[in-house]
């Protein structure tokens, strides 16, 4: 079974300056996709980012970028020039793109609280 | 207007009764999936959908079983609540081929 891993509960970070979070993930699939949530005190899961894993190139959705390491099985996320709305509890999630039983479900990490400090 | 809808958003209850949580969608998506998230230990999945006629259990379906009323509708019960299963819980949709799943707004439910 999958499984993902975020070791860091608690960052924190400077306002306008640049966060990094990590994740590292454990799968015997070659083909799969990768996910970053942000929930925000309202409680929504809001998708941030997303990346193929058959796709080399890390994505960006402006100033949130991706570090994506296959062999490594790592999978981090970089935000740059933090704004305040930015403070959230973030999650890495896996999915397997196999039809399997339980297929299409996400397999998540238990989270980063991420404080932006004025 | 949302486009994934949960219903009640925040809810106490005790020990034994029984509850229903709703999740409703307006994007047209056939798969619907509900997750309970507790602190520490990310969001996990309870059941699954993949259509009217489709209902999967996941990795911690016991004490709760689902309806699905139609495409749009997809419940989940808790037959006899038990303090332990205090928790958010979330909706999410999805439609193949795209793998992105959208979330509804979260339940808080409490019991005592």
């Known amino acids: 079974a999958q499984t993902v891993t975020q070791s860091q509960p608690e960052m924190s970070v400077q306002e306008a300056e640049t966060v990094t979070l990590s994740c590292t993930y454990d799968?015997?699939?070659?083909?799969?996709?990768l996910f970053w949530y942000k929930q925000p005190p309202s409680r929504q899961m809001i998708l941030v980012i997303r990346?193929?894993?058959?796709?080399?190139q890390n994505a960006t959705e402006n100033r949130f970028s991706v570090n994506f390491q296959k062999a490594a099985k790592s999978f981090s996320l970089k935000i740059s020039d933090s704004q305040l709305g930015d403070a959230a509890m973030y999650f890495c999630?896996?999915?397997?793109?196999?039809?399997?039983?339980?297929?299409?479900?996400?397999?998540f990490g238990q989270g980063t609280r991420l404080t932006i400090n004025p | 207007d949302a486009d994934v809808t949960q219903t009640p958003r925040n809810r106490i209850t005790k020990t034994g009764k029984r509850i229903m949580l709703e999740c409703s969608q307006t994007k047209g998506h056939d798969r619907m999936y509900w997750y309970r998230q507790d602190p520490g230990l990310g969001l996990r999945l309870i059941y699954y959908s993949f259509d009217v006629k489709d209902i999967n259990k996941g990795e911690i379906s016991d004490g709760y079983s689902v309806s699905r009323q139609a495409q749009a509708k997809f419940s989940l019960s808790l037959e006899s609540a038990i303090p332990n299963q205090t928790a958010l819980y979330f909706c999410a949709t999805t439609q193949p081929p795209a793998d992105t799943q959208y979330f509804g707004p979260g339940t808080r439910l409490t019991v005592l």
């Open positions: 990346q193929e894993a058959y796709k080399q």
């Open positions: 799968t015997s699939e070659s083909d799969y996709y």
């Open positions: 999630a896996y999915r397997s793109p196999i039809l399997l039983q339980g297929a299409q479900k996400l397999v």
